[in-house]
């Protein structure tokens, strides 16, 4: 009797667990491209640009990064939107994970940069947070979606590429020198701090300036297609 229930329970996870996944898949829009402007926000002339920015962008490092824009996150939260939405595309070189994707979900006003396992320590969740912050929402803010989402790319491609400078970095006040050893000391904490801080989630080697990237070219000669990575919920979100 115990073996009969504990098989209909199994059988009952399944199928509700088939039927969740499904019910999920089908709110996701297809992978066509680079770019996909589900949301319509961007002009064909802006979408060609990205696209083949992207493009030279994964022919030059192997890494994939996507442009997403949807109608609709069908009520649910833009971080478990971007890792579904990354999983089910396969952005990225599979067992490498060197996928992102900008995500921007207009009628929720909300926008995210998904970041796959292997790119975690370059497009590290504070530098995803400073482009949304500095460079991304301001444009949305002030009605330029179509321009957040360009210069946002550029920042992403610009990192991704290995420019420790290409982030925006948060303000600081400028601090006066009291004479030279304080400085000394501030640095040495910096330094030490940066250090534990990579250990621990992998911004040293962007600190360091030198990535970790596959150079090559990209796997497939004619159409995009995702290449099969996975992602565990890196990146940021924002709102505007």
Same mark, same amino acid.
């Given at each position: ?31 066509? #491209?680079? &770019?996909?402007?589900?949301?319509? %926000? /961007? ?7 990205? $696209? @083949? ?57 909300a926008v995210r940069i998904e970041v796959g396992y292997g790119l975690e320590g370059t ?24 321009? #957040?989402? &360009?210069?946002?790319?550029?920042? %992403? /491609? ?7 400078? $290409? @982030? ?5 006040a400028r601090a006066k020198d009291p004479g030279g050893f304080p400085v000394i000391t ?55």
């Open positions: 009797m115990r073996r009969l229930v504990f098989t209909l329970l199994l059988v009952v996870v399944a199928v509700v667990t088939t039927g969740t996944a499904q019910a999920a898949g089908l709110s996701l829009p297809p992978l066509t #491209g680079r &770019v996909v402007d589900q949301a319509g %926000i /961007l002009s064909s002339a802006a979408e060609q640009t990205l $696209a @083949a920015e992207l493009q030279a962008h994964e022919q030059s490092t192997g890494q994939q990064v996507v442009v997403a824009t949807v109608a609709s996150l069908d009520e649910r939260d833009i971080a478990e939107y971007g890792v579904e939405l990354g999983r089910a595309w396969g952005i990225g070189q599979k067992d490498k994970n060197t996928g992102a994707i900008l995500l921007v979900a207009p009628n929720e006003r497009l590290t969740d504070a530098t995803s947070r400073l482009i949304i912050e500095n460079v991304i929402r301001p444009q949305f803010r002030a009605g330029n979606m179509e321009a #957040g989402i &360009v210069t946002g790319v550029d920042a %992403i /491609l610009a990192v991704l590429r290995g420019d420790p400078d $290409a @982030a925006p970095q948060p303000p600081r501030v640095l040495i904490v910096i330094f030490v701090i940066t250090r534990f801080m990579g250990r621990r989630r992998g911004v040293w080697p962007l600190v360091l300036g030198a990535p970790t990237v596959w150079r090559g070219g990209s796997r497939r000669g004619g159409g995009f297609g995702g290449g099969g990575g996975s992602f565990g919920g890196g990146g940021a979100s924002g709102r505007w």
